[in-house]
């Protein structure tokens, strides 16, 4: 029989493995914008949309994380899963109902179960940290994250070809049917493998009442300068996320570029992500989560500012490289910086504090979509540049 600890360590890479390669069949920064750009024609509520694909986990994690205290987590962690798969399967079969006839029926679906998806993301975080922290030891983190993206980057890179096929071959709208039958499927088993790993029990302290909570919250933040120092850095580094579901309708409806092309972008961003965990995956167990956070920060800066400089829509492909490789580094960087500063009896309250301070930035990608209809994508491009300046400035004062 395997033994316990490979076994969920063997679920922790499936998992992440299955969520990869199910969002590369449905990426936030290519497929969903353009999709959405077939049923409204306005990049402010594309970005709305975008926002709450990313963010709206964040609305549940401070309450997520005071009722769960002290309780056994993983019954709450198979529910919210189970509900993010169903959400998709509910995506999928809506869009065989609804398109092409009746797009704006459609949109409003779509809103709401990629709401509830993400709602249900809130949920599932806090007792996903806890189950990830129980079963793999500290020194293997990095490993463990770079081993999920690296493999899962893989299967993401066939997605993204997939994705390029698919959508040349069938258009709009059977071809993004396809792709969101092909994420529920994908979904489906990401829930299943995470829902297989076995939980520990730590004693954790119990507050009284919510308010009580809310107490304990803010003074971490007042009270440890790490964890201070570390939220607003990753505020500010997340300010990327303006501008990244426009940079494939940058290229479309600016430059030219054919939508049925955008897979080419899904696949090197993957490209981009398994290149780069060969050296977040070794650095981060080496020199440590600091110098990953640093070093994905000036990664950051290239984005915005290749899209600025770039009119060909064929270097875009160096955009999405390292857009890959910053968005899978960060999360190795803020994570592991996290889980090695917040005591396990307060993890998932530190856990809670950072996502919901994250949700800020997660809803940028709406202020992004109205500078792009209010003045234009440079102008957006320009304004993200300048906050990732001030992030790495940040995270230089990290200790």
């Not at 679920?11 to 969903?32: I, M, Q």
Request: aromatic share 18%; glycine share 8%; hydrophobic share 50%.
């Amino acid at each position: 029989m395997m033994d316990k600890k490979k076994k969920n360590y063997l679920l922790g890479v499936a998992h992440g493995v299955f969520y990869f390669a199910s969002n590369g069949f449905v990426d936030y920064t290519t497929v969903l914008p353009t999709f959405l750009k077939y049923l409204v024609n306005s990049n402010s509520l594309i970005g709305f949309v975008a926002a709450i694909a990313r963010g709206g986990s964040i609305f549940f994690q401070l309450l997520s994380a005071f009722w769960l205290q002290g309780k056994k987590k993983k019954p709450y962690l198979v529910f919210s899963l189970w509900v993010r798969f169903l959400s998709w399967v509910m995506i999928a079969a809506s869009s065989f109902v609804l398109l092409p006839s009746h797009p704006i029926i459609e949109l409003v679906v779509f809103i709401v179960f990629i709401s509830l998806f993400s709602f249900a993301g809130g949920i599932a975080t806090i007792p996903f940290y806890d189950i990830i922290s129980h079963n793999i030891p500290s020194q293997l983190l990095g490993r463990f994250w770079a081993m999920r993206q690296f493999i899962g980057g893989i299967l993401a890179v066939g997605s993204g070809y997939a994705v390029k096929l698919i959508l040349n071959n069938y258009g709009f709208p059977k071809g993004y049917q396809l792709l969101f039958v092909l994420a529920a499927l994908g979904f489906g088993f990401t829930s299943l493998s995470l829902g297989l790993m076995d939980e520990g029990f730590e004693e954790q302290k119990q507050n009284r009442s919510f308010v009580a909570f809310l107490g304990d919250a803010l003074s971490l933040l007042k009270n440890n300068p790490r964890f201070r120092g570390l939220v607003f850095s990753e505020f500010l580094s997340h300010s990327i996320f303006m501008c990244l579901p426009f940079v494939a309708i940058y290229t479309s409806s600016k430059l030219g570029m054919p939508t049925s092309k955008i897979g080419y972008f899904v696949s090197i961003q993957m490209v981009g992500s398994i290149a780069s965990n060969l050296f977040w995956g070794y650095f981060a167990d080496k020199k440590g989560a600091r110098f990953i956070i640093i070093t994905t920060n000036m990664l950051a800066l290239l984005v915005p500012l290749f899209s600025l400089i770039f009119k060909n829509p064929v270097l875009f492909l160096a955009v999405f490289f390292v857009m890959g490789a910053y968005m899978h580094g960060t999360f190795i960087g803020y994570t592991n910086y996290l889980l090695k500063i917040a005591p396990s009896q307060q993890r998932p309250t530190y856990v809670s504090i950072r996502g919901t301070f994250n949700a800020l930035s997660y809803f940028l990608p709406a202020l992004g979509g109205y500078i792009a209809d209010g003045f234009s994508f440079e102008v957006l491009f320009i304004v993200t540049l300048s906050f990732s300046f001030a992030a790495l400035i940040v995270s230089l004062r990290l200790k």
